[in-house]
């Protein structure tokens, strides 16, 4: 494999954060092409990613959720930052756009309907480690993120020293991949925009919880209609101003196409933090708490929140500070 840079632009990160680029985009896979388990073969793949810090050989790699990107910065503010879990003072944190996403990384518009794993994107995420010179990485993922971390140990035991996995199960229920199927049906029946708002509408409301919207969508905000309506609205409107109905599908896709097995999960070797959301009514506590039991050297810990699944993101509380400690052991 080998790569070729073909940007890198100054980081809106503030001053007193050290070394820290990005987005940078490199082109893996020049040479040597990447093999999907769909049977596929992959040339030229295109990478857009962060870091942050110093370059070295232990690295932190975050995994960003089904809508996120790789600017950690933006997104994950309680965990990125001097003294926070993601320190670039003493750590190399990189974050990558996945492979299918639209975010920079070669996406599924370009890629033609073909169908994506997770094991791929951790093999285009373990290419882009080899280009940064990363030797082992402790990996920290949320949502989609956390499923990923789970495809990261399976696929590159080699490579993981330690893993935290935040809000996600080992494996899509059939809870879980009805509400994607609600989301493609949606965006399949009409495509161009209207259907990706109904996807996010449905998605939304699994990202919180009756209690989280009982606290913060009551009543109205315009006259007529109840704010829950109008904030759904908002939100669908928000990601079709920033995200491709084709990377929704694929992704989707993938996570509802990841079910390893107990027996897969019991292979694991190394240390993993596992966090449940009490109130997450995507992926269950109970349910995230089960599939931790499948890990041979897993630890359990449960965040406290009325907000759901999205509390990771907006009710953090002292879950960075566990992260933190984990990390630093
Ligand atoms: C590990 C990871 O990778 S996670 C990936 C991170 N994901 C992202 O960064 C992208 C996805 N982002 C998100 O999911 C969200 O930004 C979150 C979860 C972080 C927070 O959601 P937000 O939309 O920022 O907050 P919230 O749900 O409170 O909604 C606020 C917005 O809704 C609007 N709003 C709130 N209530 C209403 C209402 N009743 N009617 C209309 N609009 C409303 C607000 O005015 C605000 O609008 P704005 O964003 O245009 O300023
Ligand atoms: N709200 C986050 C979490 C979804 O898993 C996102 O949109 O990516």
């Known amino acids: 494999m080998t790569a070729v840079f073909l940007g890198h632009s100054s980081s809106p990160l503030p001053a007193e954060e050290p070394a820290c680029s990005g987005p940078q985009t490199v082109t893996l896979f020049r040479h040597a092409p990447l093999l999907l388990d769909c049977g596929r073969v992959l040339s030229d793949v295109r990478v857009a990613f962060h870091t ?17 990107d790789s600017a950690v910065h933006e997104w994950w503010p309680d965990f990125l930052g001097t003294g926070k879990p993601l320190d670039p003072s003493n750590d190399y944190v990189v974050c990558a756009n996945v492979l299918g996403g639209c975010a920079g990384t070669t996406g599924a518009g370009e890629l033609g309907g ?11 995420g373990r290419a882009l480690l080899e280009h940064l010179g990363v030797r082992q990485v402790r990996v920290v993922g949320a949502s989609m993120g956390g499923m990923l971390a789970y495809a990261w140990l399976l696929e590159c035991p080699d490579l993981v020293e330690r893993a935290v996995i935040i809000g996600a199960p080992a494996r899509h229920s059939p809870w879980a991949i009805g509400l994607n199927t609600a989301a ?3 965006i399949r ?36 209609v109840p704010a829950v309506t109008s904030y ?3 939100q669908g409107e928000k990601l079709h101003a920033r995200f491709c109905e084709q990377t929704y599908c694929a992704l989707t896709a993938a996570m509802d196409a990841f079910q390893p097995t107990r027996a897969d999960l019991n292979a694991v070797r190394v240390p993993v933090l596992v966090v449940g959301i009490s109130s997450d009514v995507l992926y269950p ?15 359990y810990w449960e965040l406290d ?23 630093n052991r």
């Open 52 to 68: 942050y810090g110093e370059a070295r050989e232990d690295a932190t790699l975050v995994l960003h959720a089904l809508t996120g």
């Open 114 to 124: 073909v169908p994506l794993t997770l094991r791929d994107m951790a093999r285009v």
């Open 184 to 186: 493609r049906s949606a």
């Open 189 to 224: 029946a009409a495509p161009g925009g209207e259907g990706l708002k109904v996807a996010r509408q449905i998605a939304m409301l699994s990202y919180r919880s009756p209690e989280s919207f009982s606290r913060t969508q009551a009543g109205e905000r315009v006259p007529g």
């Open 232 to 234: 759904l609205h908002h």
């Open 285 to 299: 506590a109970a349910e995230v708490r089960a599939c931790a039991g499948e890990l041979p050297r897993s630890e």
């Open 305 to 327: 929140s009325i907000h759901g699944h999205d509390a990771f993101l907006m009710d953090p509380q002292d879950l960075p500070e566990r992260v933190s400690e984990f990390l």
